[in-house]
């Protein structure tokens, strides 16, 4: 195990280590405080991305940005030398978003359908934006890593604020898992999960300010405390991977166990200090045992952040001060391989030690992780070390979904209106928790053929790029490559957790993996870029190939921002409708009902208000045919049947129809609790005896009762669950 590579120049010489010099911040360090600026700026605006009004705006703010990008790089970029490189990639990402597109076209839940092809093109035109802008600056690959780690430290800087300081941050919470500023505790761990190995790189590297590579230590401190407070088990899974991977692959091991071994004992002083505060691992305390919890953790992360800092500003003095031998070096690297080592085995003693010995426990964990109806673990610490997850159900239930659509599947987004047949449970789920699973519930065969297309193409474009294939041993690490690896690395880790979760629905968290995965397969092939190459200085080049490429793409930017735009535009004119008809104003509520029926004609909720209008016009034949729509565009939503049996019972007078369309929606929600009592109720109504439940076909379930006509749009994802994404 070497701590670096060799070099065609020889070992290096002794420099002057100045570990107190500032730093004077040079471009690199600019655009990377720019970076975790928009980085930062994205997971706080977008947070879970299950609010429509926020994941719009970031979506909008994306596209354009994008295309502006594309258009700039376009008439900078130097001429072109052979292939774009990673436009295979990108050809098959974008194909992917056209299927998307098309699935409204057969999806159960069209106006969803919708929502995801608008979240799935400005993922492509993100790609597009970073392949384009790395043909321009292709050098400013450390301004990506530090912009990414940066960001990451923002991120759980303030998650820990609201743990160290609720009474100001966040009074309301009701859990003690770690999971702002995005409201899903396992965004957050992977956030934190992604900004290890830049850390691990900025903290071994041998370039660079030694006072901004000693922050690293207490950085990447900060961040393992971040990841262990949220309890996310997968991204804790995703990281592990993805740090086997890093160290297997680039030669700063030990310089880079340094880094990590001193970060995660000091981190792990305080997050077992946390683990045993009841006040902090407890859901649903008072603020004030909250606020005093919350101080002490404040006083042990400002030591852990000191302690680490002088331990980072030492272990660098002492690295540059006397150098290890080669013999030392060995003799460290076996040593670190051992302790490496001795963690399974510890954790097999500890196994074989308990009732089900060894193999047992092991048969037991996965037969909990697959097991549809495990128990799900409680919301404590000791979810960390439990297999038991109710995944494995959601993942059963796509799988139902994909044997009866298996081709195109349910459409996109259309999980969350078809699992109501096939599910168990009450549980209000909108994802399916993993990206496997989630495609092929949502587009089929056809769709996971291209997604795997796009996985293939990129994994191909990475290792050409970053050197990882056999041809490319025995070539220099160069910084650069070490840094693409790194991003490699990134992208590996954010793939692991979308096999578990559904994070990819993140902006906060898609975008970091799509600059990494754009950034390395849009350099090129690393015997290229090894070649000794002076590059021409940055200049604009307007012949009229390069304007009109770069108009191309400002305008598919702007018609794809006003497609994005419209399904906002719809809720926002159903709700001001609602809003006049509580004014008295009619006419001005019929007309923003219908406005916002043009501007989605996909969507219920314009439907719904145009009928809940047309009843307070005393025009009930109008407002029977917004209903009767509602159920012809979706017919295998609950909400649909429902909203139309409550309008024959209640506004018509005609139990029977109801009672027909009870039935329909029964069939399709055959376990919800208040769509069984308003059927039994109905059929007494018509007959006049007490009625039996229809029979419920094996494997089939029920959904959380559809909102009643009259009750006001609101946004995916507004009202706060009993339970929040993630938990299951």
């Given at each position: 195990?070497?701590?670096?590579?060799?070099?065609?120049?020889?070992?290096?010489?002794?420099?002057?280590?100045?570990?107190?010099?500032?730093?004077?911040?040079?471009?690199?360090?600019?655009?990377?405080?720019?970076?975790?600026?928009?980085?930062?700026?994205?997971?706080?605006?977008?947070?879970?991305?299950?609010?429509?009004?926020?994941?719009?705006?970031?979506?909008?703010?994306?596209?354009?940005?994008?295309?502006?990008?594309?258009?700039?790089?376009?008439?900078?970029?130097?001429?072109?030398?052979?292939?774009?490189?990673?436009?295979?990639?990108?050809?098959?990402?974008?194909?992917?978003?056209?299927?998307?597109?098309?699935?409204?076209?057969?999806?159960?839940?069209?106006?969803?359908?919708?929502?995801?092809?608008?979240?799935?093109?400005?993922?492509?035109?993100?790609?597009a934006a970073v392949l384009s802008l790395v043909r321009v600056v292709p050098e400013r690959w450390p301004a990506v890593l530090g912009g990414i780690a940066l960001g990451a430290v923002v991120v759980a800087?303030?998650?820990?604020?609201?743990?160290?300081?609720?009474?100001?941050?966040?009074?309301?919470?009701?859990?003690?898992?770690?999971?702002?500023?995005?409201?899903?505790?396992?965004?957050?761990?992977?956030?934190?999960?992604?900004?290890?190995?830049?850390?691990?790189?900025?903290?071994?590297?041998?370039?660079?300010?030694?006072?901004?590579?000693?922050?690293?230590?207490?950085?990447?401190?900060?961040?393992?405390?971040?990841?262990?407070?949220?309890?996310?088990?997968?991204?804790?899974?995703?990281?592990?991977?993805?740090?086997?991977?890093?160290?297997?692959?680039?030669?700063?091991?030990?310089?880079?166990?340094?880094?990590?071994?001193?970060?995660?004992?000091?981190?792990?002083?305080?997050?077992?200090?946390?683990?045993?505060?009841?006040?902090?691992?407890?859901?649903?305390?008072?603020?004030?045992?909250?606020?005093?919890?919350?101080?002490?953790?404040?006083?042990?992360?400002?030591?852990?952040?000191?302690?680490?800092?002088?331990?980072?500003?030492?272990?660098?003095?002492?690295?540059?001060?006397?150098?290890?031998?080669?013999?030392?070096?060995?003799?460290?690297?076996?040593?670190?391989?051992?302790?490496?080592?001795?963690?399974?085995?510890?954790?097999?003693?500890?196994?074989?030690?308990?009732?089900?010995?060894?193999?047992?426990?092991?048969?037991?964990?996965?037969?909990?992780?697959?097991?549809?109806?495990?128990?799900?673990?409680?919301?404590?610490?000791?979810?960390?070390?439990?297999?038991?997850?109710?995944?494995?159900?959601?993942?059963?239930?796509?799988?139902?979904?994909?044997?009866?659509?298996?081709?195109?599947?349910?459409?996109?987004?259309?999980?969350?209106?078809?699992?109501?047949?096939?599910?168990?449970?009450?549980?209000?789920?909108?994802?399916?928790?993993?990206?496997?699973?989630?495609?092929?519930?949502?587009?089929?065969?056809?769709?996971?053929?291209?997604?795997?297309?796009?996985?293939?193409?990129?994994?191909?474009?990475?290792?050409?790029?970053?050197?990882?294939?056999?041809?490319?041993?025995?070539?220099?690490?160069?910084?650069?490559?070490?840094?693409?690896?790194?991003?490699?690395?990134?992208?590996?880790?954010?793939?692991?957790?979308?096999?578990?979760?559904?994070?990819?629905?993140?902006?906060?968290?898609?975008?970091?993996?799509?600059?990494?995965?754009?950034?390395?397969?849009?350099?090129?092939?690393?015997?290229?870029?090894?070649?000794?190459?002076?590059?021409?200085?940055?200049?604009?080049?307007?012949?009229?190939?390069?304007?009109?490429?770069?108009?191309?793409?400002?305008?598919?930017?702007?018609?794809?921002?006003?497609?994005?735009?419209?399904?906002?535009?719809?809720?926002?004119?159903?709700?001001?409708?609602?809003?006049?008809?509580?004014?008295?104003?009619?006419?001005?509520?019929?007309?923003?009902?219908?406005?916002?029926?043009?501007?989605?004609?996909?969507?219920?909720?314009?439907?719904?208000?145009?009928?809940?209008?047309?009843?307070?016009?005393?025009?009930?034949?109008?407002?029977?045919?917004?209903?009767?729509?509602?159920?012809?565009?979706?017919?295998?939503?609950t909400e649909a049947w429902l909203r139309l049996a409550d309008f024959q019972l209640n506004q018509l007078k005609k139990p029977k129809l109801a009672l027909r369309s009870l039935g329909a929606a029964l069939?399709?929600?055959?376990?919800?609790?208040?769509?069984?009592?308003?059927?039994?109720?109905?059929?007494?109504?018509?007959?006049?005896?007490?009625?039996?439940?229809?029979?419920?076909?094996?494997?089939?379930?029920?959904?959380?009762?559809?909102?009643?006509?009259?009750?006001?749009?609101?946004?995916?994802?507004?009202?706060?669950?009993?339970?929040?994404?993630?938990?299951?």
């Open positions: 195990m070497s701590s670096h590579a060799a070099t065609p120049s020889g070992p290096a010489t002794a420099v002057a280590y100045r570990p107190l010099a500032v730093p004077r911040p040079g471009i690199d360090a600019l655009l990377s405080i720019g970076l975790a600026g928009i980085l930062a700026a994205i997971a706080f605006a977008a947070q879970g991305g299950l609010l429509l009004g926020r994941t719009t705006k970031v979506e909008l703010a994306l596209l354009i940005g994008s295309g502006v990008t594309v258009a700039a790089a376009t008439v900078l970029a130097p001429p072109r030398r052979g292939p774009l490189c990673g436009a295979t990639t990108a050809a098959a990402f974008l194909a992917l978003a056209l299927f998307t597109v098309a699935s409204v076209a057969w999806a159960v839940q069209p106006s969803d359908a919708w929502v995801e092809a608008d979240r799935t093109l400005t993922y492509v035109a993100v790609f800087g303030y998650a820990l604020a609201t743990k160290v300081f609720p009474g100001a941050l966040n009074p309301d919470e009701l859990y003690a898992r770690l999971r702002a500023p995005f409201g899903y505790w396992n965004a957050l761990g992977l956030t934190t999960a992604m900004a290890v190995p830049p850390l691990l790189w900025f903290g071994a590297r041998r370039q660079g300010p030694p006072l901004l590579n000693a922050l690293a230590f207490p950085a990447l401190g900060l961040l393992l405390v971040t990841l262990m407070l949220s309890y996310s088990r997968g991204a804790l899974l995703a990281l592990v991977i993805g740090l086997a991977l890093w160290f297997a692959v680039v030669p700063l091991r030990l310089r880079a166990a340094a880094v990590l071994g001193g970060s995660a004992a000091g981190a792990a002083f305080v997050v077992l200090w946390a683990f045993s505060q009841d006040a902090l691992t407890q859901d649903r305390l008072p603020l004030d045992v909250r606020v005093d919890a919350g101080h002490q953790l404040g006083l042990l992360l400002v030591a852990l952040v000191l302690g680490l800092t002088a331990l980072g500003l030492a272990w660098g003095f002492a690295a540059a001060a006397r150098p290890l031998t080669a013999l030392e070096r060995r003799r460290a690297g076996i040593a670190a391989l051992v302790a490496v080592a001795l963690i399974p085995l510890g954790m097999g003693v500890r196994l074989a030690q308990t009732d089900r010995g060894l193999f047992g426990s092991i048969g037991h964990g996965v037969n909990q992780l697959v097991d549809p109806n495990a128990i799900q673990p409680s919301n404590a610490p000791g979810r960390l070390t439990s297999a038991g997850s109710v995944r494995a159900r959601y993942w059963n239930e796509s799988l139902k979904m994909f044997r009866d659509h298996p081709w195109a599947g349910v459409g996109a987004g259309g999980y969350a209106t078809a699992r109501p047949r096939y599910r168990n449970d009450l549980l209000d789920v909108r994802h399916a928790h993993g990206y496997v699973f989630q495609t092929l519930a949502d587009l089929g065969i056809l769709g996971m053929a291209l997604s795997l297309l796009a996985l293939v193409a990129w994994a191909i474009a990475a290792a050409r790029a970053a050197g990882l294939r056999p041809k490319d041993r025995g070539r220099p690490f160069t910084p650069e490559r070490i840094g693409l690896i790194t991003m490699a690395t990134i992208v590996v880790i954010f793939g692991v957790h979308s096999f578990v979760d559904w994070t990819w629905f993140v902006p906060g968290n898609a975008v970091v993996a799509l600059l990494c995965a754009a950034w390395v397969v849009g350099r090129g092939p690393l015997r290229r870029n090894a070649a000794a190459e002076v590059r021409p200085p940055l200049r604009l080049d307007l012949d009229r190939t390069r304007i009109a490429i770069a108009a191309s793409a400002g305008l598919i930017a702007l018609l794809a921002a006003w497609a994005v735009w419209q399904p906002l535009r719809s809720l926002n004119a159903s709700n001001d409708g609602l809003s006049r008809l509580e004014a008295g104003d009619i006419n001005g509520a019929r007309a923003k009902a219908l406005d916002a029926h043009d501007r989605n004609p996909l969507a219920l909720d314009p439907l719904t208000v145009l009928a809940i209008v047309e009843v307070r016009r005393g025009d009930k034949p109008a407002a029977l045919h917004a209903i009767e729509q509602e159920v012809a565009l979706q017919p295998a939503n069939y399709l929600d055959p376990r919800n609790p208040s769509t069984i009592s308003a059927y039994l109720q109905v059929k007494r109504r018509v007959t006049g005896k007490k009625a039996a439940v229809p029979p419920i076909q094996p494997g089939q379930a029920g959904s959380a009762p559809a909102a009643p006509p009259g009750t006001a749009p609101a946004e995916p994802g507004a009202a706060a669950p009993a339970q929040p994404p993630g938990t299951q």
